[in-house]
Nanobody, 117 residues
Framework: QVQLVESGGGLVQPGGSLRLSCSASGIAFSIYRMGWYRQAPGEQRELVATITSGYVTNYADSVKGRFTISRDNGKNTVDLQMNSLKPEDTAVYYC???????????WGQGTQVTVSS
């Protein structure tokens, strides 16, 4: 059974930092593209950052220079370091696992990030 479990969300003041972590089980983690997505109330889910099996990263323009995605294939985890947080970063953040040659996409249950003073 595949499981993606996010952790690390919470309430933080503007300008603060949070580190999200996603722990994966039940998949060959090292060959999957991993990503972080977010969904604010009333909005569509949007890409935040992705990292390929070859450690190539991609970021949404809105988070470039502030967020960093990383993966540890030994621990089957993918992290999102979020710095200089803004109120508009408030959303539920989801972890996603995908592979170009496999039809199934996996999502975690999400973790809430709230940026507010």
């Amino acid at each position: 059974q595949v499981q993606l479990v996010e952790s690390g969300g919470g309430l933080v003041q503007p300008g603060g930092s949070l580190r999200l972590s996603c722990s994966a089980s039940g998949i060959a983690f090292s060959i999957y593209r991993m990503g972080w997505y977010r969904q604010a109330p009333g909005e569509q889910r949007e890409l935040v950052a992705t990292i390929t099996s070859g450690y190539v990263t991609n970021y949404a323009d809105s988070v470039k220079g502030r967020f960093t995605i990383s993966r540890d294939n030994g621990k089957n985890t993918v992290d999102l370091q979020m710095n200089s947080l803004k109120p508009e970063d408030t959303a539920v953040y989801y972890c996603k696992a995908s592979h170009a040659l496999r039809p199934q996409i996996y999502w975690g249950q999400g973790t809430q990030v709230t940026v507010s003073s």
